[in-house]
């Protein structure tokens, strides 16, 4: 059986014992049934990687003895997805996928067709929500690097700011395969009612070069999903 990986959002540069927080203690204890001495493998999600062990489990906490932490090498691919907001359950799909594809960013972006914009106090709570999604999908995938989650920005004004590259995938296009390059590759994917002509015209004044998927119109999640596998074979990390 494979260690247990558990995401913590602080680890100590030295070796010693730590209180997991309730998500973890929740899933160690209920859902695992770990007892005292099982092994478990911590990452900070910024690389940093310690063994550790079950030291003590109470009704309420776990505690862990936990090695000295080393660095792990950044192995995320560098495409950072930059995906329309669309319906949040095929939403949080795309964010877990591009996480176990190794995505380095995730840019949730609004366009002239998004539906069903998150506000205020629902805003931050689906934040959280996106955030737990990364972490529970890099547990999975035995990743110790979480993507960066951006802020949601509207798409033309996400165009604005300097970008190593954009490369924009529309249906309309005819270009299946983006050479390898240094820097971040930015993959915009529209909602499901597809960029704007003005949007398509405005990515590409920005820079930004076309992507075809291939020959059928995919859901966007799908597209999402496509996107990243085929620049991420391009780029030579598949
Ligand atoms: N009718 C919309 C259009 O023509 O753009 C369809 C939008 S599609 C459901 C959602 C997004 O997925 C698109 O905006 C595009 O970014 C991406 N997409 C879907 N199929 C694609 C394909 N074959 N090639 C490139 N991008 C595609």
Redesign the pocket.
């Given at each position: 059986m494979r260690t247990t990986r558990l995401w913590v959002s602080d680890l100590s540069a030295s070796a010693g014992a730590i209180v997991l927080n309730e998500r973890n203690h929740h899933y160690l204890t209920r859902v695992l049934r770990a007892k005292q001495g099982a092994p478990l493998i911590l990452f900070d999600g910024q690389g940093r990687v310690a063994e550790a062990e079950i030291q003590a489990i109470t009704k309420q906490t776990t505690t862990v003895t936990v090695t000295t932490p080393h660095q792990s090498p950044d192995t995320r691919v560098p495409i950072v997805l930059c995906l329309?907001i669309i319906k949040p359950d095929r939403f949080d799909w795309a964010l877990q996928k591009a996480t176990e594809l190794g995505a380095s960013g995730i840019q949730p972006l609004t366009t002239c067709y998004t539906e069903g914009m998150p506000k205020g106090e629902r805003l931050q709570k689906k934040f959280a929500h996106w955030q737990e999604i990364l972490v529970n999908a890099c547990e999975q995938s035995e990743h110790y690097w979480l993507p960066t989650l951006h802020p949601i920005m509207e798409f033309s004004t996400w165009l604005t700011a300097p970008r190593d590259r954009i490369v924009?995938?529309?249906?309309?296009?005819t270009v299946s395969s983006i050479p390898a390059t240094s820097g971040l590759t930015h993959l915009?994917?529209?909602?499901?009612?597809?960029?704007t002509d003005l949007e398509v015209q405005q990515a590409i004044q920005a820079g930004a070069a076309g992507?075809?998927?291939?020959?059928?119109?995919?859901?966007?999640e799908?597209?999402a999903v496509v996107?990243m596998t085929l620049l991420a074979r391009d780029l030579g990390f598949l």
């Amino acid at each position: 059986m494979r260690t247990t990986r558990l995401w913590v959002s602080d680890l100590s540069a030295s070796a010693g014992a730590i209180v997991l927080n309730e998500r973890n203690h929740h899933y160690l204890t209920r859902v695992l049934r770990a007892k005292q001495g099982a092994p478990l493998i911590l990452f900070d999600g910024q690389g940093r990687v310690a063994e550790a062990e079950i030291q003590a489990i109470t009704k309420q906490t776990t505690t862990v003895t936990v090695t000295t932490p080393h660095q792990s090498p950044d192995t995320r691919v560098p495409i950072v997805l930059c995906l329309s907001i669309i319906k949040p359950d095929r939403f949080d799909w795309a964010l877990q996928k591009a996480t176990e594809l190794g995505a380095s960013g995730i840019q949730p972006l609004t366009t002239c067709y998004t539906e069903g914009m998150p506000k205020g106090e629902r805003l931050q709570k689906k934040f959280a929500h996106w955030q737990e999604i990364l972490v529970n999908a890099c547990e999975q995938s035995e990743h110790y690097w979480l993507p960066t989650l951006h802020p949601i920005m509207e798409f033309s004004t996400w165009l604005t700011a300097p970008r190593d590259r954009i490369v924009i995938a529309h249906p309309d296009c005819t270009v299946s395969s983006i050479p390898a390059t240094s820097g971040l590759t930015h993959l915009l994917i529209g909602p499901e009612g597809g960029f704007t002509d003005l949007e398509v015209q405005q990515a590409i004044q920005a820079g930004a070069a076309g992507f075809s998927l291939g020959p059928r119109i995919l859901r966007a999640e799908t597209a999402a999903v496509v996107g990243m596998t085929l620049l991420a074979r391009d780029l030579g990390f598949l």
